[in-house]
């Protein structure tokens, strides 16, 4: 299990990071759950492990089911509203240098541009719901299911 979170800043932007262990590689902020972790909590604490402050996270926007041949397990990701940070919060990111190289806000379509298919979609999803208040989306490997 594993969550992460749309965060913006005050232009609308997206947050990604570049992790160390996946060179060229982007991602929205978040990483694996511990095993006492919830989805919500496994959220906020990756979220200040990686950026250096702590945020208490909104509504839960998506859940995602990977399949495990796209990465030789299956996985849920929970995607949360990480919500907009000031520019107060931005100034005061510190990413750990063994765990991520670099941090962006990105315009959405730009940072789904920057991720994996699946990501880019899943990143997509979350966003919508979000701006839309409705609530979570159901999503397999970043796509909604057939109905």
């Given amino acids: 299990m594993a969550a992460a ?8 932007r997206v ?13 929205m902020p978040g990483g694996g759950a511990e095993l006492t972790d919830s989805p919500r909590q496994a959220c906020e604490r990756e979220l200040s492990e990686e950026l250096g402050i ?13 399949p495990a041949r796209s990465q030789g397990f299956a996985e849920l990701i929970y995607v949360f509203d990480g919500g907009r940070l000031t520019r107060q919060q ?9 765990e991520l190289t670099e941090y962006q806000f990105m315009t959405l379509p730009d940072a789904a541009a920057r991720l994996t ?6 990143l997509m999803a979350a966003y919508a719901g979000a701006r839309a208040n409705r ?13």
């Fill in 117 to 122: 298919p699946a990501d880019g979609r899943r």
């Fill in 54 to 66: 702590d945020l208490t996270v909104g509504a839960l926007l998506a859940v995602d089911w990977i």
């Fill in 135 to 147: 609530g979570p989306v159901y999503l397999e490997h970043g796509n909604p299911p057939p109905m």
């Fill in 90 to 98: 931005i100034e005061s990111i510190q990413i750990p240098e063994r």
């Fill in 5 to 12: 979170a749309v965060i913006l800043d005050e232009e609308d």
């Fill in 15 to 27: 947050l990604l990071v570049k992790p160390s262990y996946c060179p060229g590689r982007w991602l």
